[in-house]
Each structure stands twice: as structure tokens, then as C-alpha cells.
């Protein structure tokens, strides 16, 4: 059973940046599309970015294009996401996720079966 681990989360104030990973244990995420996704108090879960398998599609919510990038090393069974000039709106709690089935993506949580803990992300303004 695969294992999701996040870490790099923490406070920064606007403008900053964060890279967060997403480590996988117990079995590989090689053949696996990810995702990231984040959740505020109060608010529904929502997709921030994913990645497919082969790193071929790369995919954004709008509210984070042209300031986070989404990565893997499938060598280290890890993911990535460098958030860069953060806004107070980005504060969240931030998870990673394996979809359920090999070689797809996508950008809804429920295809996604596989979560890590999530890593706490602040941001002050």
C-alpha cells in the first residue's frame, strides 16, 4: 500500500515562495498521474495542478498559472509543486494525490484515490 508524505509547507508572507514535495513510500508512483490539491477553512476541497505519469501534461487551476509549476522524479517517487510569488488566498492546507488508475490525469479529486496528510500553507499579507 503506497504512502503519501507532504512536506514544505510553513508561513511566508505575500510575494514569497514555497516548494512543497510529496514523497511516496510502499510502492511505486512511476506509472501514475498526480495531483495537488488545497482546501481553506470553510471552503471545498479544489485542484491547484497535475501532472501525468510521463510529466507530458502539465495542468494548472487558474488562480495559480504562471506562479506555481508542478514537477516529478520518478526515480525518487516524488512530486513537487514550486509556488512562487504567494498571495494570501493561496493559504491552505495542500495535499497530494495518486489517481486510481495507471496512466491517466485528471483534475477531479474523486479520480484520485490515494492521499497524503497535507502540509499547512500560510500566507500573510
Known amino acids: 500500500q503506497v504512502q503519501l508524505v507532504e512536506s514544505g509547507g510553513g508561513l511566508v508572507q505575500a510575494g514569497g515562495s514555497l516548494r512543497l514535495s510529496c514523497v511516496a513510500s510502499?510502492?511505486?508512483?512511476?506509472?501514475?498521474?498526480m495531483g495537488w490539491f488545497r482546501q481553506a477553512p470553510g471552503k471545498e476541497r479544489e485542484f491547484v495542478a497535475r501532472?501525468?505519469?510521463?510529466?507530458?501534461?502539465?495542468d494548472y487551476a487558474d488562480s495559480v498559472k504562471g506562479r506555481f509549476t508542478i514537477s516529478r522524479v520518478n526515480a525518487k517517487n516524488t512530486v513537487y509543486l514550486q509556488m512562487n510569488s504567494l498571495k494570501p488566498e493561496d493559504t491552505a492546507v495542500y495535499s497530494c494525490?495518486?489517481?486510481?488508475?495507471?496512466?491517466?490525469?485528471?483534475?477531479?479529486?474523486?479520480?484520485?484515490?490515494?492521499w497524503g496528510q497535507g502540509t499547512q500553507v500560510t500566507v500573510s499579507s
Open positions: 494525490a495518486r489517481m486510481r488508475y495507471t496512466y491517466s490525469t485528471s483534475s477531479s479529486p474523486t479520480s484520485y484515490g490515494i
Open positions: 510502499g510502492n511505486t508512483i512511476n506509472n501514475y498521474g
Open positions: 501532472i501525468s505519469w510521463d510529466a507530458g501534461i502539465l
